[in-house]
């Protein structure tokens, strides 16, 4: 089983942990492919271990193969660089989001009919055991028919969140190619994600998004925004999405969802562990749905083994794209009132006064953020 790395710096260091800290012999990491790999944290141990580098795809596959293509890039990358690897008979596991664009999606999407090979997107809470076996509760009924799903994150970001790779973070569009970065489509696309993912009808499968109501704001300068807050319908059950990069203070993600029988709750900074509260007053304890965030990787490596789909494709993420794109057509972009943004010297990050406590009073209630 061969594999190649495309892109080995930021979020793709965990991606070099994970193949040099294997112990599969007949997996071969058999090349990187990163144009900037002299700025990689880990390109000291990938030379140590006689990992050949390129600059380019087309220069790997004029020399080696790969059975196996990981794609950590930038988004606007993920279609080219997909579909190229898909054409030199690689199968691929790409990292969320899918791409910007459904279009985009789509032409993905026909590459693997072309080819015959999959494309698997990775969201690492799809592959997690912990919300599989809670997606395989709520197909078979154990938890009731779904209610309502709600989800918050405060993750503030820095100027130099905003400041890597190549100028692309926070915009809209550069250079003519769509982008569509903000938190909801990158940084917190897996919460998103994953309440249309468990609402899919099949475990490989996402719900679709219907009505949407939705408020988008930015502190930073940005083109796109850093804060939003989304009431929408999938299946017809009512979900609420709130996260922000410009509040005060950090809270990472938590949710509750409703069910006839149970509320499954989760707080990352509160034992991080997903759990369903039974209205007789059980309770079923389905693990860290942060556990082995790599695992997405070896699924893969054992889907191929098996000939069998991964469980979250470029299809199973289409639905996520789709609502990120009526977003950018839909849901207008309002700056913070400017009386209110602060600058920390300290942390090097803009930041909204009372932008927090508005969060989770918005959290509480399901209502759009009132700015």
């Given at each position: 089983m061969k594999i190649l790395l495309v892109g080995a710096g930021g979020y793709a260091s965990g991606y070099v942990k994970s193949l040099l800290g294997q112990t599969d012999s007949d997996v071969i990491w058999e090349g990187v492919v990163d144009p900037y790999f002299s700025s990689c944290d880990k390109k000291e141990d990938i030379a140590a271990a006689g990992i050949p580098v390129y600059s380019t795809m087309e220069d790997f596959y004029r020399e080696r193969q790969a059975d196996?293509?990981?794609?950590c890039t930038p988004p606007f990358l993920h279609r080219e660089q997909?579909?190229?690897?898909?054409?030199?008979?690689?199968?691929?596991?790409?990292?969320?989001?899918?791409?910007?664009?459904?279009?985009?999606?789509?032409?993905?999407?026909?590459a693997e009919k072309k080819y015959g090979k999959w494309i698997a997107i990775g969201y690492q809470w799809s592959f997690s055991r912990a919300i599989q076996d809670l997606k395989k509760d709520i197909l078979s009924g154990v938890l009731g028919g779904p209610l309502s799903f709600k989800t918050a994150i405060s993750w503030p970001r820095d100027l130099a969140y905003y400041g890597r790779g190549t100028g692309w973070a926070g915009k809209i569009s550069k250079d003519g190619v769509i982008i569509l970065d903000s938190i909801a489509s990158n940084a917190c696309a897996h919460y998103l994600h994953n309440m249309l993912f468990l609402l899919g009808d099949r475990m490989d499968t996402s719900a679709e998004v219907s009505e949407i109501e939705a408020s988008c704001f930015r502190a930073n300068n940005i083109e796109n925004f850093d804060t939003c807050s989304i009431k929408m319908k999938a299946n017809g059950i009512p979900l609420y999405f709130i996260a922000s990069h410009a509040a005060k203070k950090k809270k990472?993600?938590?949710?509750?969802?409703?069910?006839?029988?149970?509320?499954?709750?989760?707080?990352?900074?509160?034992?991080?562990?997903?759990k369903a509260i039974?209205?007789?007053?059980?309770?079923?304890?389905?693990?860290?749905?942060?556990?082995?965030?790599?695992?997405?990787?070896?699924?893969?490596?054992?889907?191929?083994?098996?000939?069998?789909?991964?469980?979250?494709?470029?299809?199973?993420?289409l639905p996520h794209v789709k609502l990120i794109e009526r977003m950018y057509h839909e849901v207008p972009i309002h700056d913070f009132p400017n009386e209110l943004i602060r600058f920390d010297d300290e942390k090097q990050r803009f930041f909204v006064e009372g932008l927090y406590e508005k969060i989770y009073m918005a959290y509480n209630s399901e209502e759009l953020l009132p700015f």
């Open positions: 196996l293509a990981i794609i997909s579909i190229c690897a898909l054409s030199h008979g690689s199968y691929v596991l790409c990292e969320k989001p899918a791409a910007p664009t459904v279009e985009d999606v789509r032409a993905m999407l026909e990472n993600p938590e949710f509750i969802y409703q069910f006839e029988n149970a509320s499954v709750e989760f707080s990352q900074d509160e034992g991080a562990e997903i039974f209205r007789d007053g059980t309770v079923k304890y389905y693990g860290d749905p942060f556990k082995n965030t790599f695992t997405k990787l070896w699924d893969c490596v054992d889907a191929i083994r098996e000939g069998i789909l991964p469980i979250c494709t470029a299809k199973t993420a």
